[in-house]
């Protein structure tokens, strides 16, 4: 059974800073990454990076996050810098599976940047 288990979330004054994890079971996974939605939109994706490392970011957050991943620990990261208001949202990890590439998803963790 495949599991995503999130934590790492809260509150934070802008500017700040908060990382994120996802701890995986059940599968090896080859992509994975990071969306949010915020209240009243769509969950937009924020992050990915394959097995081997390689990371791509929506413009967004580029030189402010960090996304990283410890194939042995199975688990994946995102580091979040200089944190503005408009980072408030819901953040899902997901995971592609690598044989059958199902993807999975974590239960999400509520992220909230104060003025």
């Known amino acids: 059974q495949v599991q995503l288990v999130e934590s790492g979330g809260g509150l934070e004054q802008a500017g700040g800073s908060l990382r994120l994890s996802c701890a995986a079971s059940g599968s090896t996974f080859s992509l994975k990454g990071w969306y949010r939605q915020a209240p009243g939109k769509q969950r937009d994706l924020v992050a990915t990076?394959?097995?081997?490392?390689?990371?791509n970011y929506v413009d967004s957050v580029k030189g402010r996050f960090s996304i990283s991943r410890d194939n042995a620990k199975n688990t994946v990261y995102l580091e979040m810098n200089s944190l503005k208001l408009e980072d408030t949202a819901v953040y899902y990890c997901?995971?592609?599976?690598?044989?059958?590439?199902?993807?999975?998803w974590g239960q999400g963790t509520q992220v909230t940047v104060s003025s």
């Open positions: 990076i394959t097995r081997a490392g390689w990371s």
């Open positions: 997901f995971a592609d599976a690598l044989y059958s590439r199902s993807r999975y």
